[in-house]
């Protein structure tokens, strides 16, 4: 079974922020609800070439760790987001940038319920799949439920919170290995809910305590609320540590960057490098934020 809606070869390369250099064997890019419907055909074609499956979308969080990815990448392209000023209830499709919805959200109708998502580089979609979280504000906080496509059964079908699992850096979407792809999600936003109160200035600490070249922002979940990752890793002296062309940022040490001259051999050769040092010498185990897309 051939599909002549897949394009072939394409290049990915910036659909990641480390940029590094990808092609995909097998490309497709959903741009509205009718191609939500062509999701069966390409997972039945997966399954006779016994190949894998990958959805992406905006917040490009990933790091590819490959040179051609030998399966099928979907793009979901879905944008769309609506606000009722009565019930407070958010509406949005999954592509669109909840630092964006954040924004407006303020600046058209005085909701500063998710200030502290304003900059932060995700998709609404990486946001529930991430159970996204800045300082202490989470996704889950004012999440509702989700619409989704259910490749296995081929229906459109509703997730509500207690059913997505939420817990830190993790949902129920994001442990069913490609089974659901989000269309649209609700969130109540009547009411501001925090795991812990946050007073940190945001958009000062993004504009000036963050780089924002070659990177994919934060790379290891904080280990717990007692220990951050960007501590530990200062603790061992790889705040500034360059391996190859790849270094933690001299401005936030848990932010992995690369010059111009890398590849994602080297991303991950300190990825693994800071984890054994920090496993040796502080007894923690580090795990990435970052979704590492390797070719299998």
Excluded at 42 to 55: A, D, G, H
Excluded at 94 to 101: K, Q
Excluded at 257 to 276: E, Q, S
Excluded at 281 to 289: A, C, G, R, T
């Amino acid at each position: 079974m051939e599909l002549d809606f897949l394009q072939k070869n394409v290049d990915v390369t910036n659909l990641s922020n480390f940029k590094t250099k990808a092609k995909s064997k097998y490309y497709f890019e959903i741009n509205n609800l009718d191609d939500v419907n062509r999701l069966k055909d390409i997972n039945i074609f997966c399954k006779e070439q016994n190949i894998s499956l990958l959805y992406i979308w905006a917040g490009t969080n990933l790091l590819f760790a490959f040179d051609e990815y030998n399966w099928v990448i979907v793009k979901n392209n879905l944008n769309w987001w609506n606000y009722d000023e009565k019930t407070m209830i958010l509406e949005s499709f999954t592509n669109e940038w909840i630092s964006d919805i954040a924004k407006d959200l303020e600046d058209k109708y005085n909701q500063n319920l998710w200030h502290r998502f304003i900059w932060l580089p995700w998709s609404v979609w990486w946001a529930v799949y991430w159970n996204a979280w800045c300082f202490w504000l989470e996704t889950e906080n004012n999440f509702l439920d989700a619409e989704v496509y259910d490749t296995e059964t081929w229906q459109i079908n509703i997730i509500s919170k207690i059913n997505m699992l939420f817990d830190y850096r993790s949902s129920f979407i994001k442990d069913s290995n490609n089974r659901y792809f989000i269309i649209k999600v609700r969130f109540d936003l009547s009411k501001k809910i925090e795991k812990y109160h946050s007073d940190v200035d945001n958009i000062d600490f993004r504009e000036n305590k963050q780089p924002k070249w070659n990177t994919c922002w934060s790379f290891f979940k904080n280990p717990s609320k007692e220990f951050s990752a960007w501590a530990l890793i200062e603790q061992v002296w790889l705040k500034w540590y360059k391996l190859w062309w790849a270094f933690f940022s001299p401005l936030h040490a848990n932010f992995l960057m690369h010059d111009w001259n890398w590849t994602y051999k080297d991303l991950l050769d300190l990825v693994d490098f800071a984890i054994n040092k920090v496993k040796s010498e502080k007894l923690i185990v580090l795990s990435p934020e970052v979704r590492i897309i390797f070719n299998n």
